[in-house]
């Protein structure tokens, strides 16, 4: 049972324009979120994180929405760039008892020029 | 200061032969975890160690097993390697385990033939 879900494999979107990324979550313990980003044969690089208590976080052109009522977080890019094509993972984490993370499948982002 | 390295990157085995994958985690990082990431599925948990002790792990058979130095490198083996254990595998590095971000390494990509 996959706590953790990527419903979208794929996504293109116009360069400039907005990405949204979305993942949804079964497991209310979680309280800790992650995103990440992966080339083709190289290991994920962090993105941005929030934690249970904040429903937005922001960093440049990225910003991570929770909506804990409906166990559903999202990642817009804003502009989109080429460069942010890759594929991009969820990853969800209680923080106390079990640190390790949960992956979602990951969405494949195609930003064309 | 310098990422999570891995080594060997690449790596062609047999099957039922062994193999023993290293991973030196960011300086002053005492908490590391491997993954696997296999075609079409997302990153999979299959250990975290902290303070040269296993903390949790993930659904892998015994065959797999790993350990963390006191200086918090780790190594992890995998015996009797099977064609289905070919895949990237992912070492993790965090300041402690938890609520941390958690920051990956390149990778090892190991064929089994």
């Known amino acids: 049972d996959q706590q953790v879900k990527q419903n979208s494999p794929s996504l293109s979107v116009q360069e400039g324009r907005i990405s949204i990324l979305n993942c949804d979550y079964t497991n209310s313990m979680f309280d800790y979120f992650l995103w990440y980003k992966k080339y083709p044969a190289e290991g994920p690089t962090f993105l941005i994180s929030?934690?249970?208590?904040?429903d937005k976080n922001e960093d440049g052109r990225f910003t991570v929405f929770l909506n804990k009522s409906a166990k559903h977080l999202s990642l817009h890019i804003v502009p989109s760039q080429p460069g942010d094509s890759a594929v991009y993972f969820c990853a969800a984490s209680d923080g106390g008892s079990q640190g390790n993370l949960i992956f979602g499948k990951g969405t494949k982002l195609s930003v064309k020029p | 200061k310098a990422g999570v390295t891995q080594t060997p990157r690449y790596l062609i085995k047999t099957r039922g032969q062994q193999v023993t994958l290293s991973c030196s985690p960011i300086s002053g990082h005492r908490s590391v975890s491997w993954y696997q990431q296999t075609p079409g599925q997302g990153l999979q948990f299959l250990f975290e160690?902290?303070?040269?002790?296993?903390?949790n792990k993930g659904n892998f058979p015994g065959r797999f097993s790993g350990r963390q130095f006191s200086n918090s490198r780790s190594e992890m083996n995998v015996s009797t390697l099977e064609l289905g254990d070919s895949a990237l595998y992912l070492c993790a590095s965090s300041l402690r385990p938890g609520r941390e971000t958690q920051y990956f390494g390149p990778g090892t990509r190991l064929l089994v033939l």
């Open positions: 929030i934690s249970s208590i904040k």
């Open positions: 160690y902290f303070s040269e002790t296993q903390r």
